[in-house]
Every structure is written in structure tokens, then in C-alpha cells.
């Protein structure tokens, strides 16, 4: 369970680096947007995950909300996902 409740953490870490890589590198206002809000979101991500995810090992998650966890846990990941996906270099053909 513990790889499954941090897979959103190691997906914004990498989608924070990817889309800071892009962000700078890139020249056009649509890409550097984008990219920009992937950074902020990804950083958001990562310390709202962690400090909900330490307060639950200290203090124990609440009775009937492990599914709902789960649910918010496949969606960061997917919002995060997309984020790298979006920062990937996209080939000039």
C-alpha cells in the first residue's frame, strides 16, 4: 500500500523536472503556460501527498474512507501522467 499511496509523489517529482526542463527551453507563451502550471501543480502535489500521507501513518485513517483514498490516489496520478505527457518533446514531423 505504501508504493500505491506515493506513486503520485514520484510521478510529480519527475513531471516538476520535466516540465521545468521544457519551460525553459521553450520560446512560444502556449508552451511555457502549460509547463509552468505543471511545475505548480506538481510541487502542490508533492507536499500536499506527503503531509496527508504522514498525518495518516501517525494518526491512522479514518474508518470507510480507504476507497475514496484510493480514488483520490489514481487521480493524481493520472493528473500528473498527463503533465508528463504534455512536457515530452514532441517530434518535428
Known amino acids: 500500500m505504501l508504493i500505491f ?3 503520485p509523489v514520484a510521478l510529480a517529482v519527475v ?3 520535466l516540465c521545468g526542463l521544457r519551460f525553459s527551453s521553450e520560446c512560444k507563451h502556449s508552451v511555457r503556460i ?3 502550471m ?3 501543480c506538481g510541487l502542490l502535489l508533492i507536499v500536499a501527498q506527503t ?3 504522514a498525518s495518516i501513518k501517525l494518526e491512522g485513517l479514518p474508518s470507510g474512507t480507504a476507497f475514496a483514498d484510493s480514488i483520490w490516489t489514481v487521480f ?3 493528473v500528473m501522467s498527463c503533465f508528463i505527457y504534455l512536457a515530452l ?4 514531423t
Do not use: E, Q, T
Open 5 to 7: 499511496d506515493l506513486l
Open 15 to 17: 513531471a516538476v523536472i
Open 34 to 36: 502549460p509547463m509552468l
Open 38 to 40: 505543471g511545475v505548480v
Open 51 to 53: 503531509s496527508w500521507w
Open 76 to 78: 493524481n496520478s493520472l
Open 89 to 92: 518533446p514532441k517530434d518535428a
